[in-house]
Structure formats: structure tokens, C-alpha cells
T-cell receptor, first 113, second 115 residues
Framework: AQTVTQSQPEMSVQEAETVTLSCTYD???????LFWYKQPPSRQMILVIR??????QNATENRFSVNFQKAAKSFSLKISDSQLGDAAMYFC??????????FGTGTRLKVLA | DTAVSQTPKYLVTQMGNDKSIKCEQNLGHDTMYWYKQDSKKFLKIMFSYNNKELIINETVPNRFSPKSPDKAHLNLHINSLELGDSAVYFCASSYSFAGGADTQYFGPGTRLTVL
């Protein structure tokens, strides 16, 4: 069975600085997708970024980028120029052949002014 | 403009009661899901429907019964509520199931509190 691990329960970053959230996963599948979702205090789950495993190029969305290392089964999220509005829980998710999202336990990101 | 909506957003009820949570999506998606987020923020899938057909049914007590009257709606009915059912329940939808891994779009969640 696939598993997703987020080893950092909480991270802090100064406004305008860069922070990296880590995510590792375990799978025997070769085709799968990885996602980062953001959950602010409003509770809404917001898609941040998506990566297809067959693509070697790392996905990027504005200030958000990933470092996808397929062999190492690592999928970290880098947030550049952090803003106060980035403060939230961040969830890494895996989606493979079972079509079920498997979520990590989340990382709470605090942004310090 | 709301893509995935849920009602109610908050639900407080007594143990033993029966309650329903409704979900609607206007994205034209074929597949809808129910997730439970516990007090430790852990998210786990409960059910998934594709075009009104149940395709994922995780190990969930029989007291939970999803119903999909059409592909734009997926409701969750819970019988004989227990304290442990207190959680946030999220509805989500994606374009298709058979098409492979599709991004899921989440509703705002329903916080259920059982007293």
C-alpha cells in the first residue's frame, strides 16, 4: 500500500523568505500523480501544485515550485517570497492506480512578519 | 461561481441522531468523493461515486450511507451518530475516474460536532 510522509509537523518562515516543505512517499507504481494542497484557517482545501510522475520537469506555479525526485520518492514544495497569506496547513497527496488520494499528515506553516 | 458546495457548514447534534450533509458541484465532473478529516487533521477517503455509481467504499461503518441522485450531487447520510463521528467532512469532485489521476476540487467542508 502507498504511504505519504510529511516529517515536519510545523515550519516557520520570515515574510519574503523562502521555505521548503518536505514530503516522501512509498509506492511500487510507476505512473502516479503528486499534489500539494493548502488548507488555511478557513478550512478550504486549495490545490497549490500538481506533478505527473512521468514528467521529469518540476512543476511551477508562480511562487510555488516542487523538487520532484522520483528515484528517491521525494516531493518537496518550495515557497519563495513567502507572504502572510501563505500561512496554512499544507498537505502532500499521492494519487495512483487505486484512484484514491492518499494524504500526508500535513505541515503547519507559520509566516512571521 | 461556487464550484463545490456543501451544506451545512456546521452541524451540531446529539448522539444517536441521524443527519445528512449535502454536496453539489457545478463543474460538470463525473466523479465525487467524501473525505473525513479528524481532529489531528488527517484526511482519509470514505467514498467515491462515478456517474452515480459507487466505486470506492473504504472501511466505513454501515451507519454512513452516501447517495448520489445525479452526478452533480453526492449526499452523505449518517445514522445513529456517535461521538467519534465528530470531524470535518469534505466533499470533492474530479473530471473523471476512468481517465486516470484527475485533480480533485474540494468543497468548504462541514464541521460535524456530536455531543
Amino acid at each position: 500500500a502507498q504511504t505519504v510522509t510529511q516529517s515536519q509537523p510545523e515550519m516557520s518562515v520570515q515574510e519574503a523568505e523562502t521555505v521548503t516543505l518536505s514530503c516522501t512517499y512509498d509506492t511500487s507504481e510507476s505512473d502516479y500523480y503528486l499534489f500539494w494542497y493548502k488548507q488555511p484557517p478557513s478550512r478550504q482545501m486549495i490545490l497549490v501544485i500538481r506533478q505527473e510522475a512521468y514528467k521529469q520537469q518540476n512543476a511551477t506555479e508562480n511562487r510555488f515550485s516542487v523538487n520532484f525526485q522520483k528515484a528517491a520518492k521525494s516531493f518537496s514544495l518550495k515557497i519563495s517570497d513567502s507572504q502572510l497569506g501563505d500561512a496554512a496547513m499544507y498537505f502532500c497527496a499521492y494519487l495512483g492506480g487505486t484512484y484514491k488520494y492518499i494524504f500526508g499528515t500535513g505541515t503547519r506553516l507559520k509566516v512571521l512578519a | 461561481d461556487t464550484a463545490v458546495s456543501q451544506t451545512p457548514k456546521y452541524l451540531v447534534t446529539q448522539m444517536g441522531n441521524d443527519k445528512s450533509i449535502k454536496c453539489e458541484q457545478n463543474l460538470g465532473h463525473d466523479t465525487m468523493y467524501w473525505y473525513k478529516q479528524d481532529s489531528k487533521k488527517f484526511l482519509k477517503i470514505m467514498f467515491s461515486y462515478n456517474n452515480k455509481e459507487l466505486i470506492i467504499n473504504e472501511t466505513v461503518p454501515n451507519r454512513f450511507s452516501p447517495k448520489s441522485p445525479d452526478k452533480a450531487h453526492l449526499n452523505l447520510h449518517i445514522n445513529s451518530l456517535e461521538l467519534g463521528d465528530s470531524a470535518v467532512y469534505f466533499c470533492a469532485s474530479s473530471y473523471s475516474f476512468a481517465g486516470g489521476a484527475d485533480t480533485q476540487y474540494f468543497g468548504p467542508g462541514t464541521r460535524l460536532t456530536v455531543l
